[in-house]
């Protein structure tokens, strides 16, 4: 009985090898899994036991895959089939026979539901990929002094080969409920918007963009802001992006006393940097002249940093400056608003 469920223990792996990848090393080692992908640097192969491994491409001496794989060839159309490798070529079992070409040609190895994944986020749906936060803040006082303090934001973006989504929304609420205070409402500011951009080339791209805010204390009812124009990925890396962009707007100001409505340049620049230690920075800066009325303009400035705690919670400061040149009679020009606390992460 032993021998018979030894025996067919040993048929189950040979069958099972049979249709499993082989990867052979140059210093002779074999390693035996699933090809997951490659490119022209480096090799991703899963195991049963160790799970994925990375190995250096140019340390690939044969490949013989179990299975059909989506290979990417420099100039030339993507080959689909089984893949074996012979004295530098590599070899795919296509359904129209097999093909050759050299291993150094070979841009990107997937295997199918890598492939899949792949040309899902080419194109994704409009609820998938969106990376975002909101951060919320909170302070209370009881006993000599009794006031309140809500901050709360909420950022999310959704950036794809082509285009991107970015909306975003603060809310600054305090109050002093000391018997007789005045006032009573020291901070009720809210603002919001979102960004559409739409990439021409790899550095190139247009934009259009919609803005709205409100500040009780500034007397402003309603700013509404619709703009467009054009925009450059100076730098774009995986841990930097610095844009610039340049375009025009139509402003309508509706504030307690007046309301007034003119056109306006858009001038401004956005910067992120992934710190290490899982510290982000990000930095905005714009300028809107308003070309109506030269010599007149609003300037907006935000600064932030989100410190990781764990893979969906930090810890957000966040600074921000809005100026109005002509603001309302007996308003100050300059509104600033620091928040800190908490900053809960998603990804979907």
């Given at each position: 009985?032993?021998?018979?469920?030894?025996?067919?223990?040993?048929?189950?792996?040979?069958v099972?090898?049979?249709?499993?990848?082989?990867?052979?090393?140059?210093?002779?080692?074999?390693?035996?899994?699933?090809?997951?992908?490659?490119?022209?640097?480096?090799?991703?192969?899963?195991s049963?036991?160790?799970?994925?491994?990375?190995?250096?491409?140019?340390?690939?001496?044969?490949?013989?895959?179990?299975?059909?794989?989506?290979?990417?060839?420099?100039?030339?159309?993507?080959?689909?089939?089984?893949v074996?490798?012979?004295?530098g070529?590599?070899?795919?079992?296509?359904?129209?026979?097999?093909?050759?070409?050299?291993?150094?040609a070979?841009l990107?190895?997937?295997?199918?539901?890598?492939?899949?994944?792949?040309?899902?986020?080419?194109?994704?749906?409009?609820?998938?990929?969106?990376?975002?936060?909101?951060?919320i803040?909170?302070?209370?006082?009881?006993g000599?002094s009794?006031?309140?303090?809500?901050?709360?934001?909420?950022?999310?973006?959704?950036?794809t080969l082509?285009?991107?989504?970015?909306?975003?929304?603060?809310?600054?609420?305090?109050?002093?409920?000391?018997?007789?205070?005045?006032?009573?409402?020291?901070?009720n500011?809210?603002?919001?918007?979102?960004?559409?951009?739409?990439?021409?080339?790899?550095?190139?791209?247009?934009?259009?963009?919609?803005d709205?805010?409100?500040?009780?204390?500034?007397?402003?009812?309603?700013?509404?802001?619709?703009?467009?124009?054009?925009?450059?990925?100076?730098?774009?890396?995986?841990?930097?992006?610095?844009?610039?962009?340049?375009?025009?707007?139509?402003?309508?100001?509706?504030?307690?006393?007046?309301?007034?409505?003119?056109?306006?340049?858009?001038?401004?620049?956005?910067?992120?940097h992934k710190?290490?230690?899982?510290?982000?920075?990000?930095?905005?800066?714009y300028i809107?002249?308003?070309?109506?009325?030269?010599?007149?303009?609003?300037?907006?400035?935000?600064?932030g940093?989100?410190?990781?705690?764990?893979?969906?919670?930090?810890?957000?400061?966040?600074?921000?400056?809005?100026?109005v040149?002509?603001p309302p009679?007996?308003?100050?020009?300059?509104?600033?608003?620091?928040?800190?606390?908490?900053?809960?992460s998603?990804?979907?």
């Amino acid at each position: 009985m032993k021998k018979v469920l030894m025996v067919a223990g040993l048929l189950v792996v040979s069958v099972s090898s049979l249709f499993a990848d082989q990867v052979v090393l140059k210093n002779g080692d074999r390693l035996t899994g699933s090809i997951v992908t490659s490119d022209d640097k480096t090799l991703v192969l899963e195991s049963e036991f160790a799970g994925k491994v990375s190995i250096q491409w140019d340390a690939v001496q044969e490949i013989s895959s179990g299975e059909a794989l989506h290979v990417q060839v420099k100039g030339g159309k993507d080959l689909v089939g089984k893949v074996t490798t012979s004295e530098g070529n590599l070899y795919v079992e296509t359904s129209n026979g097999k093909i050759e070409t050299p291993k150094d040609a070979v841009l990107m190895v997937r295997s199918e539901p890598e492939q899949a994944a792949y040309e899902k986020s080419l194109h994704p749906g409009l609820l998938q990929g969106w990376n975002g936060g909101s951060n919320i803040g909170f302070a209370l006082t009881r006993g000599n002094s009794q006031t309140k303090n809500l901050a709360v934001a909420f950022d999310a973006a959704r950036k794809t080969l082509h285009d991107g989504l970015i909306l975003h929304a603060t809310a600054v609420y305090a109050s002093n409920d000391a018997a007789g205070a005045i006032p009573s409402t020291t901070a009720n500011a809210i603002q919001g918007g979102l960004r559409y951009d739409r990439n021409i080339t790899a550095r190139l791209f247009a934009y259009g963009s919609a803005d709205f805010q409100t500040d009780d204390l500034q007397g402003l009812d309603l700013r509404s802001v619709f703009g467009g124009g054009l925009g450059l990925h100076a730098v774009k890396n995986e841990s930097t992006t610095l844009d610039f962009l340049a375009g025009i707007n139509y402003t309508r100001e509706k504030y307690t006393t007046f309301t007034r409505n003119f056109p306006a340049a858009s001038i401004g620049e956005e910067y992120m940097h992934k710190l290490h230690g899982g510290t982000i920075i990000t930095q905005q800066m714009y300028i809107y002249p308003d070309l109506s009325n030269t010599g007149e303009y609003r300037g907006t400035f935000n600064f932030g940093t989100v410190t990781k705690i764990n893979k969906w919670m930090g810890w957000q400061n966040s600074f921000g400056d809005i100026y109005v040149s002509n603001p309302p009679v007996g308003k100050k020009q300059n509104d600033i608003i620091f928040t800190t606390g908490l900053n809960l992460s998603f990804t979907r």
